[in-house]
């Protein structure tokens, strides 16, 4: 499965910006889908994730109330809305997929098999 990310940008803070993550060729419906960032200098770290299904959605501490990650009608889209962005938000994104159902399992980077490469989230002060 091919990932693409997309809709990063410059911000200010107190913004709002709209990631996208696409698989090449196919849907995601079969598919947990999650978001990770990594700071400069900083491990990746889980950011939201939409379950294959049911669709529950589960949410980083630091993303919970600004954050909403869905999916489009088709199914072939997983979204990240972010808002309320502040400083600490920069990072690069990345979207990730995997075939397994999430319940039960850890949100981090080992659960999901594939990813994306990144887009660029900078937001100014």
């Known amino acids: 499965v091919q990932l693409q990310a997309s809709g990063g940008g410059l911000v200010q803070a107190g913004g709002s910006l709209r990631l996208s993550c696409a698989a090449s060729g196919r849907t995601l419906s079969t598919y947990a889908v999650g978001w990770f960032r990594q700071a400069p200098g900083k491990e990746r770290e889980f950011v939201a994730a939409i379950s294959r299904g049911s669709g529950s959605t589960y949410y980083a501490d630091s993303a919970k109330g600004r954050f909403t990650i869905s999916r489009d009608n088709a199914e072939k889209l997983v979204y990240i809305q972010m808002n309320s962005l502040k400083p600490e938000d920069t990072a690069v994104y990345f979207c990730?997929?995997?075939?397994?159902?999430?319940?039960?399992?850890?949100?981090?980077?080992?659960?999901?098999?594939?990813w994306g490469q990144g887009t660029q989230v900078t937001v100014s002060s």
């Open positions: 990730a997929a995997d075939s397994r159902y999430l319940s039960g399992r850890p949100l981090r980077e080992s659960s999901f098999n594939y």
